[in-house]
């Protein structure tokens, strides 16, 4: 995506062996990559089958392990026309390393239902299921490897060895090396979108990646797996309140009891089951195991039933693409042609001086007769209506959604100037919401707590790739880390752009 001569931070990442690049058609990739491959199932989801011919449907890929045992726990899985099986997944590069590895002989891994691998020699009898990845990828190795190589956890630490360095930058420098780390997060996110647009098309890739982002951490694969269902259950459904409650039907959370406490919350269940109990033997293929959803120790506003009454207005309103199509174009008032497969909804340029408001108005709702006045099916009505979306989580759908689809949709239409005005907007767009990463990471890196201390979303964005690439490559005590030494570099030469409108 990005050529090393315009980019130094490309060209740390591979200097330093942070990217380790594979060749197509070489040798086996490391058992890592593969585990990160799994978890992040950047796979072509709709046509995996197991070695023994059965269909696989992945409805939660499971949480990794850091206690030992399988690789992932709690995966769901459907096989065929099966019910939905919950269980734990191994990953090893071959088939054979079930038994040299004594997987078949230790009581931890029973539980295991299915075994992945990079690709199967001879058949394994000794697992249920066996899924070959090497058939299924959804872009070539190189470009996993480089995606994913540093999609894990963070080391739990506080100031890093680079920290007295990176306090002696000036602020033009620290702007400069977050700028070009943040752009490799934002290109590497396009990639991904990329990948799944050339088999899924533009439209379907936006809608899931917008219900995945609506999952936030937990729930990110059964809000993807709804999306990657979307043109089935769909069928038949258009007032918001229907939508909402075949939605709630196929996830598997439409409560199979009425609350008997809250009136308003039974009259909803009530018309809701009016619908669903004639709808549920056709959308049976669709449904997804209550189980496959993490709903413990969720804040109220970020459960799930409340994210598809979301997206059932977003569904409801028809052109949600459309407005965000035409948003897109307005960045660039008259940047020249509309991105790679554009113009499809009709739409028209339009120029706005307030783009963030402006996308959070496109993703706003209005009101909705129950969700606005209740957190949940069991809490009381709230005195104050509440949104169904703040504007922070906007914030979060720009920078990990709606910029880079625009992005990567301008660049694959050969629009240069619509394609540098997303990326210039993406680098001056407001801070999203603070979290445990960011708060680690300032302290490891920065030297401060201070949330104010990154001012624009782009500044967090830089900061948790330098954590992937770097950090996340060494232990607690930064052994062996380039980064010191690398920002020395950096001091010791002039920015080479100014720091203007990024914030710090
Ligand atoms: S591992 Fe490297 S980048 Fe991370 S805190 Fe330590 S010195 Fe800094």
Known sequence: MTSRADNFYAAWRERCR?????????????????????QHQRLQRDRLKTTDGRSLRVLHPGFISVAGGPDFRGAVLQFGEEKPVAGDVEV?????????????????????????????????????????LKSFLDAPVVELALALQNESGLPESLRGKCSAPLRELSPAQLTELLRAAARIRFQTKAAALLARAKHA???QTLWENLFRALGYKNNVWPMLNLAERKSAWQRGVQSVFEIQARLLGVSGLLPDDLTR?????????????????RDRDEWEGCRQPRAAWKLHGLRPANHPQRRLALVAHWLA?????????AWGLAIAGRAGNPPAGGGAHGVTRHASPRLVESLHEIFRVEHDEFWSWHWTFKSARLPQPQPLLGAARTTDLAVNVVLPWLWVRAREGGNEKLQAEIERRFLAWPAAEDNAVLKLARQRLLGTSRRRVLKGAAAQQGLMQIIRDFCEHTNAVCADCRFPELVQCLKSEAPSQPAASFGL
């Open 18 to 38: 942070a990217v380790n690049v594979l060749r197509d058609g070489g040798s086996t990739p490391p058992e890592k990559l593969l585990q990160a491959v799994w």
């Open 92 to 132: 090893d590069l071959q088939s054979g390393g079930w038994r040299a590895h004594g997987h078949d002989k230790n009581p931890h891994f029973k539980n295991v239902i299915l075994h992945v691998v990079w690709e199967t020699a001879k058949p394994n009898t000794a697992v249920p299921a066996v899924l070959a």
């Open 201 to 203: 098309g533009w439209e």
């Open 261 to 277: 406490a809250q009136k308003s919350s039974d009259t909803f269940l009530r018309r809701a089951w009016d619908l669903w109990w």
């Open 317 to 325: 309103s028809e052109n949600l693409i459309a407005k965000i199509e």
